[in-house]
């Protein structure tokens, strides 16, 4: 059965005390993405064990007993996710565009790519992807929490250091946009509203 309450979800996983046990939790994950019929990872939270452990089975089953994230890369990529916990709902997510994985009962660090993945060959970014995802199942980390979420725009990082007054730009405060012009969106910076685009 597996566990659609988020709350139930927000806890952190504890360590297991051996490989062993490890193994018997992965067995019981695989059983249920068996009958899942379309899932391809499972934490161990997901069917209400709270023990780090998850499998993955895009190219091949890959178990990740006490797993940790290592090393990642600073470039990110955009992906939508699905959850078996939330089985009608999709997320557009950010995500490492590599990472390196130590876990028990695998020698040396696992590591997971993004790249060289194109439409004809989608399933390293899937793998990629849904290893972070179970990992973050294990921190009490759902994909709700890793949606993604477009930078506001700033004069000088991501937009023209001179904008003219008439000029015409989009702000922002919480989901609530505007569209005006520059001189009067000035007014509104000190009242917690930012710069979210330029107006053609």
Not at 2 to 31: F, M, R, Y
Not at 60 to 81: A, D, G, H
Not at 160 to 177: A, S, Y
Request: proline share 4%; glycine share 8%.
């Amino acid at each position: 059965m597996i566990i659609k309450n988020k709350n139930k979800l927000k806890q952190k996983c504890e360590p297991v005390s051996s490989v062993q046990e490890g193994e018997k939790i992965a067995t019981q994950l695989i059983n249920e993405l068996v009958e899942s019929k379309g899932g391809v990872g499972l934490a161990a939270n997901q069917i209400g064990i709270n023990k780090r452990v998850c499998v993955v089975n895009v190219k091949e089953p890959v178990v990740l007993i006490n797993p940790e994230i290592t090393e990642k890369s600073e470039e990110m990529f955009t992906f939508q996710e699905g959850c078996l916990s939330f089985p009608s709902e999709f997320v557009i997510t950010a995500r490492h565009t590599w990472i390196k994985v130590k876990a028990e009962g695998h020698d040396g660090e696992l590591y997971f790519t993004s790249e060289g993945s194109d439409q004809s060959n989608p399933e390293s970014a899937l793998e990629c992807v849904c290893v972070q995802h179970e990992i973050d199942h294990l921190d009490g980390i759902t994909m709700f929490d890793r949606k993604y979420r477009k930078a506001p725009i700033k004069r000088g990082v991501n937009a023209p250091i001179k904008i003219g007054r008439n000029d015409k730009v989009q702000i922002k405060k919480g989901e609530e946009l505007k569209t005006i012009k520059w001189k009067k969106a000035e007014s509104f910076m000190s009242d917690g509203w930012e710069l979210h685009g330029l107006s053609s």
